[in-house]
């Protein structure tokens, strides 16, 4: 199956820790995003990186971090100082052809305790 | 800021064709309109783009004034599976790197 998978779909953390949300395509593509959803909320971009071991900062990087060492993974680190990490995160992709646009994975909803 | 807007929800019954209308006033020439929903605590799904034309796919058909200040999207015949939030973006699409979801429309399907 082609597509964009996220690991794992729940995840609970206790206050203070870092955590990793995994975010794999087998598309081919180019470039990958990282997005944040609030209840009720549109999505709001985190990070984004066009070509492996690049990343731009989006409209809320503060408290994330991330890497792009391979072209089909773009990991996510949502550290301790994220002051607000309880949220659903989704994860795109698509290519660089004229016209491409973004493709979503199924996302990761974090609880931080 | 969402360069769009949108009624934040309607009803349309099952095997009726729902019509999700989207302002887009300040549009400039090289943007597109682009059209993805989300079901519930699911990641968005792409639909549809368009520029000037009228455009149609398996999934929906998306009409834009000639002026290009509005749009529709048409699912002609709604099924409970499409219950869903509706988004409707313009961007350019040279640079699909910051394509900005607003609230979106609640689209509720009944039977």
């Known amino acids: 199956d082609g597509g964009i998978t996220q690991s794992p779909k729940y995840l609970f953390r206790k206050e203070g820790q870092n955590v990793t949300l995994s975010c794999e395509q087998n598309l081919n593509h180019d470039a990958m995003y990282w997005y944040r959803q609030d209840p009720g909320q549109g999505l709001r971009l985190i990070y984004y990186s066009q070509i492996v071991n690049d990343f731009q900062k989006g409209d809320i990087a503060e408290g994330y971090s991330v890497s792009r060492e391979k072209k089909e993974s773009f990991p996510l680190t949502v550290t301790s100082a994220q002051k607000n990490p309880t949220a659903f995160y989704l994860c795109?992709?698509?290519?660089?052809?004229?016209?491409?646009?973004?493709?979503f994975g199924p996302g990761t909803r974090l609880t931080v305790l | 800021d969402a360069k769009t807007t949108q009624p934040p929800s309607m009803d349309c019954a099952e095997g009726r064709a729902a019509n999700l209308p989207c302002n887009h006033s300040?549009?400039?020439?090289?943007?597109?309109v682009y059209w993805y929903r989300q079901i519930h605590s699911q990641g968005p799904q792409y639909i549809i783009h368009g520029l000037k034309n009228n455009e149609t796919n398996e999934m929906a058909s998306l009409i834009i004034t000639e002026d290009r200040k509005s749009s529709t999207l048409i699912l002609p015949h709604a099924t409970l599976r499409d219950t869903a939030v509706y988004y409707c973006i313009v961007n350019n699409r040279d640079n699909t790197d910051k394509l900005i979801f607003g609230t979106g429309t609640r689209l509720q399907v009944f039977p």
């Open positions: 795109a992709s698509r290519g660089l052809r004229l016209g491409d646009t973004q493709y």
């Open positions: 300040t549009i400039s020439g090289n943007e597109y």
